[in-house]
């Protein structure tokens, strides 16, 4: 787990991992917008958004023109020097080098909680824990969204990767073992995702409305509406 987790935080990072948004075939594209127009029209202009996995933020500008303010965090010092240069001219937004399941903010903190492209599997992190820390950190009535891949986009999804893998970005896709969803590289690289089923077993005891829908034919989104707090 721990060798997983340090792939993205090592070896695809930073300019790797904006050349595989760079390479991304047209079908792609569109799942990433998709995604970006979905979360989108859950921010209000009062909201305050924290996202999970920033990356080099790829998505912020976005969230920033219609959100009040924008966190991003990252466990990659290479991600987030990066971002620091993509970002020079958003001014309300700020970045730190955290772990999504031990973030240092308090309870209640954040009107929007992001963990999207199947950040909940690619952190390679207990998602239970994952689930639990990003609603501690939402306010009552605020709203936790998280995505995955729909397996209607398998093949665009495995076609995009073994660009990545002839593009020197990650290692050699193992086809032996490369199925059902699940992507291995002969590097250690391992990409997998969540079903429904998964999503509702990871939220089944929070305080919580939870509804798992599909967009664009490409992601799975779980959203999660924490209720007020009872005193």
């Given at each position: 787990?721990?060798?997983?987790?340090?792939?993205?935080?090592?070896?695809?990072?930073?300019?790797?991992?904006?050349?595989?948004?760079?390479?991304?075939?047209?079908?792609?594209?569109?799942?990433?917008?998709?995604?970006?127009n979905h979360i989108l029209q859950k921010i209000k202009?009062?909201?305050?958004?924290?996202?999970?996995?920033?990356?080099?933020?790829?998505?912020?500008?976005?969230?920033?023109?219609?959100?009040?303010?924008?966190?991003?965090?990252?466990?990659?010092?290479?991600?987030?020097?990066?971002?620091?240069?993509?970002?020079?001219?958003?001014?309300?937004?700020?970045?730190?080098?955290?772990?999504?399941?031990?973030?240092?903010?308090?309870?209640?903190?954040?009107?929007?909680?992001?963990?999207?492209?199947?950040?909940?599997?690619?952190?390679?992190?207990?998602?239970?824990?994952?689930?639990?820390?990003?609603?501690?950190?939402?306010?009552?009535?605020?709203?936790?969204?998280?995505?995955?891949?729909?397996?209607?986009?398998?093949?665009?999804?495995?076609?995009?990767?073994?660009?990545?893998?002839?593009?020197?970005?990650?290692?050699?896709?193992?086809?032996?073992?490369?199925?059902?969803?699940?992507?291995?590289?002969?590097?250690?690289?391992?990409?997998?995702?969540?079903?429904?089923?998964?999503?509702?077993?990871?939220?089944?005891?929070?305080?919580?409305?939870?509804?798992?829908?599909?967009?664009?034919?490409?992601?799975?989104?779980?959203?999660?509406?924490?209720?007020?707090?009872?005193?």
């Amino acid at each position: 787990m721990e060798k997983e987790e340090s792939y993205y935080r090592e070896r695809l990072a930073a300019e790797k991992l904006r050349g595989c948004y760079e390479l991304a075939p047209a079908r792609i594209r569109q799942y990433l917008d998709a995604e970006v127009n979905h979360i989108l029209q859950k921010i209000k202009s009062i909201d305050i958004v924290l996202e999970l996995g920033c990356g080099y933020g790829r998505i912020i500008p976005y969230l920033a023109r219609k959100a009040s303010f924008v966190t991003g965090i990252d466990i990659s010092p290479a991600n987030l020097r990066l971002a620091q240069e993509y970002l020079v001219n958003i001014h309300n937004c700020r970045l730190y080098e955290q772990n999504a399941i031990d973030l240092k903010f308090q309870e209640n903190t954040f009107d929007v909680v992001l963990c999207i492209q199947n950040g909940i599997s690619a952190f390679h992190i207990d998602k239970r824990k994952l689930v639990l820390e990003s609603c501690r950190v939402t306010k009552p009535e605020g709203i936790i969204l998280f995505s995955t891949y729909s397996e209607k986009i398998w093949y665009d999804r495995l076609n995009w990767f073994q660009l990545q893998a002839e593009a020197g970005l990650i290692g050699e896709i193992d086809y032996k073992r490369t199925r059902d969803g699940i992507i291995v590289c002969k590097d250690g690289f391992h990409a997998s995702t969540v079903n429904a089923d998964e999503f509702l077993s990871l939220t089944n005891e929070l305080n919580a409305h939870v509804s798992v829908e599909e967009v664009d034919e490409s992601s799975l989104f779980c959203e999660i509406v924490k209720h007020e707090e009872i005193q």
